[in-house]
T-cell receptor
Framework: KNEVEQSPQNLTAQEGEFITINCSYS?????LHWLQQHPGGGIVSLFM???GKKKHGRLIATINIQEKHSSLHITASHPRDSAVYIC????????????FGTGTRLQVFP | DAGVIQSPRHEVTEMGQEVTLRCKPI?????LFWYRQTMMRGLELLIY????????DSGMPEDRFSAKMPNASFSTLKIQPSEPRDSAVYFC???????????FGQGTRLTVV
């Protein structure tokens, strides 16, 4: 079993829809990261959070430490949001490294 | 700062050849990470450095893989000899502190034929 699990693996949506991507982890963490990877492109860090909620534009990330769960929400989705979204955690045990989920591929159609 | 710079962006080589991937981290970042991304396994950490010193190379798949960081502004990942199963996208990332926000390069897409 992977230490970081994401769901769904693939997601399609119509422009304007509200989107939720989930991440569950099984290790104690000091931080959780959400990353975005566009087709053929590099990887960009969207959020790093250790508690509560963070918002940036139409993106919202939440984390529940007790339940070991995080969600990434996209409001009013747009085709340019189409990308792979990757959840990663910084474990408490070895705090230098990230453990990655396998990613959620999102396609938003006009 | 221009961000993390990797070269080349694409590399096609024949099996058995030596391949060298290069990375320039963001100035002032003390940590440098090499990752490999494949469809099957996603992102995998190969090795990381702190202040130019290799800290954990347990992710390096075989002795064919080696990485160096001769100074704070340059690192290489070398595969010798290369094999078709090494085909993947290799990312370099740097961060100011370990486990904090990492900044990724654009990646090197390696194809070994």
């Amino acid at each position: 079993k992977n230490e970081v699990e994401q769901s769904p693996q693939n997601l399609t949506a119509q422009e304007g829809e509200f989107i939720t991507i989930n991440c569950s982890y099984s290790v104690g963490i000091s931080a959780l990261h959400w990353l975005q990877q566009h087709p053929g492109g590099g990887i960009v860090s969207l959020f790093m959070l250790s508690s509560g909620k963070k918002k940036h534009g139409r993106l919202i990330a939440t984390i529940n430490i007790q339940e070991k769960h995080s969600s990434l929400h996209i409001t009013a989705s747009h085709p340019r949001d189409s990308a792979v979204y990757i959840c990663a955690v910084t474990p408490k045990v070895y705090t230098d490294k990230l453990i990655f989920g396998t990613g959620t591929r999102l396609q938003v159609f006009p | 700062d221009a961000g993390v710079i990797q070269s080349p962006r694409h590399e096609v080589t024949e099996m058995g050849q030596e391949v060298t991937l290069r990375c320039k981290p963001i100035s002032g970042h003390d940590y440098l990470f090499w990752y490999r991304q494949t469809m099957m396994r996603g992102l995998e950490l190969l090795i990381y450095f702190n202040n130019n010193v290799p800290i954990d190379d347990s992710g390096m798949p075989e002795d064919r893989f080696s990485a160096k960081m001769p100074n704070a502004s340059f690192s290489t990942l070398k595969i010798q000899p290369s094999e078709p199963r090494d085909s993947a996208v290799y990312f370099c990332a740097s961060s100011y502190l370990g486990g904090t926000e990492a900044f990724f390069g654009q990646g090197t897409r390696l194809t070994v034929v």
